[in-house]
């Protein structure tokens, strides 16, 4: 099974994937015989231009060239194979006593090479990283479900409305970055067969594309948030994120810093509780964050992505939400405020618990589809499961953000509460050493964490509160979306 694909289908078709495990196999040692044999494997791909595979050495073995040029038929070479370039030709093995190769990595092609790709996401179109996987397919889970969007008949939600449409990450920014994981999942399960041969169970990886730019709840601003699993059912295993996943994670910036800087810029090595790797990539100049079996995040992006096209009223609240926010320095976990995972808990627990809930608990509702033990390669599904809910609560945009604003300032209870999702309702704080003392208590919905443990200053949280109070009185008083947040700036920084 592909999990990482959106679909749960794998990025290329059972023919091909056939021919694609030659270079995914663990690293075990192969005659001259058999690597000629699967070299020539590759002969009903569709490899329209010869492409030459740099040298690799794995420890003391000694490299071997290969080539996907679609002018080798058989063991018999073409007339004009002599029209060639020298590295674009087949190697010779010159002793049958040399010493043992394994099957090299491929790395992308140039900068230049890179810069000059067709249209993102072209039926046709295959991509100059790796020659030898057909191209690259639409997946229609990119598209979600049509939804239409809320009317606006006074001028706050008018503007809500405006900023929303402005500012939502569009179906092209996601498709960038859904081909860019694509790209990094290949190179990646090139590089682990190699990297823990001591497991008992081997390693498989994929790479998730998690958060905000798949919840629904993304920006034309959101970076990317990757996800690496390494093995899954029925040998996953805990990584532990203080020695494992560094290690991990250590061996794939410097696999980042040299084999792949021609296409990857600024990667960064982050060790903090959950360490990631920063990195941006050059096509689509996307920032991205990448970290090691935090498989909660892939769980809850689905979850998120339910709730988001669950009711129209959700996304465009959520976002002005966050750009109100942003502005007023209180999103960001680093600086120890709020995340914009634990803003949007706040904002479907605020719709939950309106006197006429405009959100259902979707994991009272469909335990099966939500249940932190299913599978990771179908988790998508959820969301294609779940109908619209609908909710006899009418309430505009204008009178939510207001209504928001209001019940965190005044009427939810930080002291002895926690906000929980999961349950649809505001819940006794548990009595574990996670909880006390603590400022802010936000469940996570899967594996019952405190989202927002970020938050341990009571400068901060005292700050916090503030911008609740302030901007529900100024809201309150001129029904205008500048009077808390400049409309012309939010834009800017969509």
Partial sequence: MFPNSILGRPPFTPN??????????????????QLIDAQFNFQNADLSRAVSLQQLTYGNVSPIQTSASPLFRGRKRLSDEKNL??????????SPHQEPTVVNQIVPLSGERRYSMPPLFHTHYVPDIVRCVPPFREIPFLEPREITLPEAKDKLSHQILELFETCQQQISDLKKKELCRTQLQREIQLLFPRMFP?????????????????????????????????????CFFQVNQKTEARHILTLVHKHFCTRLSGYIERPQLIRAKVPIVKFRDKVSCVEFDLNVNNIVGIRNTFLLRTYAYLENRVRPLVLVIKKWASHHQINDASRGTLSSYSLVLMVLHYLQTLPEPIL???????????????????VHQAPCNVPPYLSKN?????????????????????????????????????????????????????DGTNTARAVHEKQKFDMIKDQFLKSWHRLKNKRDLNSILPVRVAVLKR
């Fill in 16 to 33: 091909h994937q056939q021919h694609n495990n030659f270079f995914t196999l663990s690293p075990t040692v192969y005659s001259h015989q």
């Fill in 198 to 234: 001591y497991f008992a169970c081997p390693l498989e990886s994929r790479l998730f594309l998690v958060g905000s730019s798949l919840n629904g709840f993304g920006t034309r601003s959101s970076d990317g948030d990757l996800c690496l699993v390494v093995k899954e059912e029925p």
């Fill in 85 to 94: 370039p020298l590295d674009g030709k087949r190697q010779r093995f010159h």
């Fill in 394 to 446: 009418e309430s505009n945009l204008g009178d939510l953000l207001l209504g928001f604003l209001k019940y965190y300032a005044t009427e939810f209870d930080w002291n002895s509460q926690m906000i929980s999702v999961r349950e649809a309702k505001a819940i006794p704080r548990p009595d574990g050493i996670e909880w006390r003392n603590k400022y802010i208590c936000v469940e996570e919905p899967f």
């Fill in 360 to 378: 259902p608990s979707l994991q009272k509702i469909y335990p099966e589809s939500f249940s932190p033990a299913i599978q990771l390669h179908l």
